[in-house]
C-alpha cells in the first residue's frame, strides 16, 4: 500500500523550511533556503526540494499546509495555519509534555504557554523591530565584531564579565557596542552582553503577557542554535533551558502535523 | 439582510448632506463626543445631533502633532485630525460641539479644537461615581446642557419633547437587544462586526427611520441563513471604542473562525441594555442611567470590580469560549482593567487577547496582526 506522505511548509521572513512526514508522523526531509521577495517560489522551491531529499514525487503528498510570515502567499498550499500554532504543535511532539517555548527567528520573537495537553493558552510575540529576534543579531555581529554568527555563541560563553547593553533599539544598540568596543572591552564580555541583553527583552515581553516560564522549557527558532543566548536565558529564568536539535524546523513540523490531520479529516467527512 | 445594512450605511453616509440641507433650513447642528452627552436632548432641542466618532485611518491621529504630544490615543487625536485634515464635511458647520471630559486624551483634543477656534461646550464627567457630589456634578452638567441648548437652538427641552425622544432612544434598544438576543445562538445570521456597525448606523439615521428598518432587519433574521457553523468559538470582545470605520480587528476575529457573541465596550456603541425609564423626572433619569445604572465606564473610579463582575456575568450567559480585549495606544488606564481581567479570566480558564490599536493597519501592521487573531482562535478551537 502506497504511504500517504504530508507536507509542512513554514515561509519565514528570513528563511523558508519544507518539512515530509510520513503516516507514523516520522520526518522524512527537511529543506531550509532563504526566502527571497518572491514568497511563494520560495516555498515552492524549499517543498521541491524536500521532496527530492526524501525521493518522494508530488502526487505522494497528500496534503501541505503552509505556515509563517508568508504562508497566504504558497498557491499550492491546501490549507494555512499560523505559525504560532504549528510551532506549539511541532515542538509538543518532538518534546511531549513542553510547557513554554521560546522561539526567536529571523525577524520576530515569541513566548508560547501551553497546558499539560499541549494546548496554547497563551502567547506573546515581538513584531514591530528588530530587537530581540535573530536581525539584531545579523546587524551587530559580523560587521561589529567580526565574528560568524555559528561563533558567536562559543564565544560568549567564554565571558567573564558581561557588559550591560541597555538599549533595546537595534541601532541605540549599535551605538553602544561601538563605544564599547572603543572602550577595549573583550569581544566575549559583549557577546554575552547582547545574548542577557536580548533575554532581558524576551523574558519581560512573556511576563507582561502573563507567562510564568513553566518548565520544561524548549527554545527554538534560528537563535536557538547560539549556545550564549540559551545560557543568557538559564542564568536570567534560573531554570533549565532546552536548545532543539534542529531548531528551524519546528514550525514546518507542526504545519505537517497538521496538514495529516486536515487530510485525515477530510477523508472521514 | 445585506440590503438592509446596505441602506443604513447608505444613510449613514448621506447624514452630513441631510444635516447640511437642515442647516438651511434654519436648523442647529450639533456634533458630540461621548455617550454621556445625551442625544435625546439635542433632538429635544430641535437641533440635529451628530456622533463624532470616526476612526481607524493613520493620518488624521498624526494631523495633529502640530499641536500636541504623540501620547494621546489615536481615536482622540482623530476627533480633531480629520477636520484639520478637511475630511471632517460636519465640523466646519457646526453650530455647538458638546464634548463629554472625563479622560485626559479628550480633554486635551477638546483644548485644541478650542484653540482652533471651533464652538467647543464642555460636559463634565466626574470619575469619582461613587460619591454623591459627583453625581449631583453630572445632573447638573446636563441641566446646564438643557440651558446652553436652549440658548443656541432659540427652542425650549419641555419634558414631552424629551419624553418623547428618550422613548425613540428606547425603541432603538429594545430593537438592538432583539438582534443581540439572536447571538445566543452560535448558528447565528449576523455576526459581531455587522452589529457593531449596526449600533453606528443608529447614531446616523433619523431614529424613526432607523426603528423601522432594524424591524425589517429582525424579521428577516428569522428566516435567514446562519453565518456561522456551530461549534465555532464564541467571543466576548470588550474594551474601549471601534470608532466608525475603525472595523479591522472585529473583521479579522470573524474572518478567522470567531464569532463575536457578545460585546461590552465603552464608547462608539450604544448602551442599549440600559433603558432610560420614562416616569419622572426625565434629566434626572438619563443622569441615573448613565451615571449610577449602567455598569461603569473604565474611566470611573473604582469600577474593576463591578466591570470584572460584568464580564463574568456575559463569559457564564453567553456561553463564552474567549475574550477579546481591544484598547487604542497610551490607553493607560484600559492597560491596568486588562491585567485584572486577564488575571481573572485566566482564573475561570478563559482564554484572554489584548490587541492594542494606533489605527496603523499597513500591510506590515497587518501580517502579525491577523497571525495573532487566527493563532488565538486556532488555539481555542483546540481547546474547545
Partial sequence: MEENIFA?????????????????????????QFTSFNRDKSGQD???????????????????????????????ADD???EIVCHGKGTVELYPGTRTIIDIGGQDSKVIELDQNGIITKFEMNDKCAAGTGRFFEVLTERLLGVSMEELGPLSLESEKPCVISSMCTIFAESEIISFLSEGVKKEDISMGMNLSIARRIIAMGKAGRIMFAEPIVFSGGVAKNVGVKAAFEQLLKKKVDAIENPQNTGAFGAAIYAQGKYEKNKAD | MQNILKELEAGSLDRPKRLKAAKKEGKKIIEYIGN??????????GAEPYLMCRGGEPEPPDAVLEYMLRFMNPYARSLAGYHMLGLDPVTPVADLIVAQQLDCHIGRISEVMEYMELPIYKVGVPPDWKKDYTFDYYHKALLKLKDKLEKETGNEITEDKLLEEVKASNAINERLRKIDALRENTECPIGGTDFI????????NDTEYMVEALDKLIEKLETEEPKFAKGTPRILFAGHIVAVGDYVVPRLIEENGGFIAAD????GIRWYNWDVPVEGDIIKNIAETKFLVKTPVTLFQPAWRERVDYVMKLVEEKKIDAVVWYQLAFDEIYDMECTILAKNLGEAGIPFLKLESSYEYSREAMGPLRTRIESFIEAVKEAK
Avoid at chain 1, 19 to 29: A, F, G, K, M, T
Avoid at chain 1, 49 to 62: C, L, N, P, T, W
Avoid at chain 2, 264 to 267: C, H, T, V
Fill in chain 1, 46 to 76: 524549499v517543498f521541491a526540494k524536500a521532496m527530492e531529499k526524501a525521493g518522494v514525487d508530488r502526487k505522494s503528498v497528500k496534503y501541505i499546509v503552509a505556515t509563517g510570515y508568508g504562508r497566504r502567499s504558497l498557491r499550492i
Fill in chain 2, 36 to 45: 454621556f452627552v445625551p442625544e435625546e436632548m439635542i433632538y429635544a432641542a
Fill in chain 2, 197 to 204: 456597525k449596526l449600533n453606528h448606523y443608529s447614531f446616523f
Fill in chain 1, 80 to 82: 494555512v495555519v499560523p
Fill in chain 1, 8 to 32: 509542512g511548509v513554514d515561509i519565514g521572513s528570513t528563511t523558508s523550511k519544507a518539512v515530509l512526514i510520513n503516516d507514523r508522523r516520522e520526518i522524512l526531509s527537511y529543506a531550509i
Fill in chain 2, 264 to 267: 461590552f465596550l465603552d464608547e
